[in-house]
């Protein structure tokens, strides 16, 4: 059953925690990417990657950190830096579709809560 | 700077109404123009897309329609249907390089079909 897997759905810490969020996906994508989601506010890029062992900074990369050792997996760390890491947070992988254009398919989220 | 702009934030329309949902971008650039649907608490859907050298696409009951020179593109769903209840994003794709391609997504419609 090939997809996209995050998890925990539910994830809770203590501020000042770090934390992170993991992603797998079975579809043999190249591309993996990191949104987050605020109410009203639409989905905005952390961190991407196109191939193993390399990413690149999204819109809102502050505060979060991201590895890419397997094709499979883009784990997501919010770090104590993140002044804000209340949020829902969409994992997402690529694949060119059409000669230039790469659909995006999302995992299920995780829905993270800071106290 | 928001550079896709979404409207309207939500959305009431009667079952068997056509759902009109408008995106304009600013960037030139944008080659690829993705919407998707997400149901609370899930992962965005990709749900139709089209590129800038069409001017309408239709799958189903949804049509992209597409104007290049006033730099804005809509979701039409005719007979819209309960089901249909969710949020929409409209999306604009661009090549950032070395075989990088990210996504920009306007802030959401929230559409509700009444009964």
């Known amino acids: 059953d090939g997809g996209i897997t995050q998890s925990p759905k539910y994830l809770f810490r203590k501020e000042g925690q770090n934390v992170t969020l993991s992603c797998e996906q079975n579809?043999?994508?190249?591309?993996m990417y990191w949104y987050r989601q605020d109410p009203g506010q639409g989905l905005r890029l952390i961190y991407y990657?196109?191939?193993?062992?390399?990413?690149q900074k999204g819109d809102i990369a502050e505060g979060y950190s991201v590895s890419r050792e397997k094709k499979e997996s883009f784990p997501l760390t919010v770090t104590s830096a993140q002044k804000n890491p209340t949020a829902f947070y969409l994992c997402a992988s690529s694949i060119d579709r059409d000669s230039g254009h790469y659909e995006q398919y999302f995992g299920p989220g995780t829905r993270l809560t800071v106290t | 700077q928001q550079q896709v702009k979404q409207s309207p934030q939500s959305l009431i329309v009667q079952k068997g109404g056509i759902s009109i949902i408008n995106c304009a971008y600013e960037?030139?650039?944008?080659?690829?123009f993705p919407w998707y649907q997400q149901f609370p608490g899930k992962g965005p859907a990709l749900l139709i897309a089209?590129?800038?050298?069409?001017s309408e696409k239709k799958e189903g009951r949804f049509t992209i329609s597409f104007n290049k020179s006033a730099k804005q593109f809509s979701l039409h769903i005719m007979d819209s249907q309960p089901g249909d209840s969710a949020t929409y994003f409209c999306a604009a794709e661009i090549d950032s390089g070395a075989g990088s391609y990210q996504l920009t997504f306007g802030k959401g419609t929230k559409l509700s079909v009444i009964p």
């Open positions: 990657s196109q191939i193993v062992n390399d990413f």
């Open positions: 579809l043999n994508h190249d591309a």
């Open positions: 089209i590129r800038p050298d069409v």
């Open positions: 960037n030139t650039a944008f080659d690829y």
